[in-house]
Nanobody, 123 residues
Framework: QVQLVESGGGLVQPGGSLRLSCAAS????????VGWFRQAPGKEREGVSC????????FYLDSVKGRFTISTDNTKNTVYLQMNNLKPEDPAVYYC????????????????WGQGTQVTVSS
């Protein structure tokens, strides 16, 4: 019954930065991990990053490794995705879910997708 709400997207120039937030509302998030996913127009959703909540270890898709950093603030029930050096392939709607998924998620099942937060990269 936990609800995850994404925010922090916006319009940035190539090479710019954004910090996305994934906030759990209603009840404290009860999960082993939280993952960030994205979907660009005409493309399938893909997992780009996740964090294991017990130890705070982050995992990243190769295409974002070194540019994105995932972190948590347990007092706020929030997971962040710091996105630096944004590139033309990064624009998409970004979503969070209480699971890890890297790359293709075609064979994974999700009960619900929130509205996500839009990231736009433009000169």
């Amino acid at each position: 019954q936990v609800q995850l709400v994404e925010s922090g997207g916006g319009l940035v120039q190539p090479g710019g930065s954004l910090r996305l937030s994934c906030a759990a509302s209603g009840v404290t998030l009860d999960a082993y991990a939280v993952g960030w996913f994205r979907q660009a127009p005409g493309k399938e959703r893909e997992g780009v990053s996740c964090i294991t909540l017990e130890d705070g270890r982050g995992f990243y898709l190769d295409s974002v490794k070194g540019r994105f950093t995932i972190s948590t603030d347990n007092t706020k029930n929030t997971v962040y995705l710091q996105m630096n050096n944004l590139k033309p392939e990064d624009p998409a709607v970004y979503y969070c879910q209480p699971v890890c998924g890297m790359g293709s998620i075609a064979h994974m099942t999700f009960d619900y997708w929130g509205q996500g937060t839009q990231v736009t990269v433009s000169s």
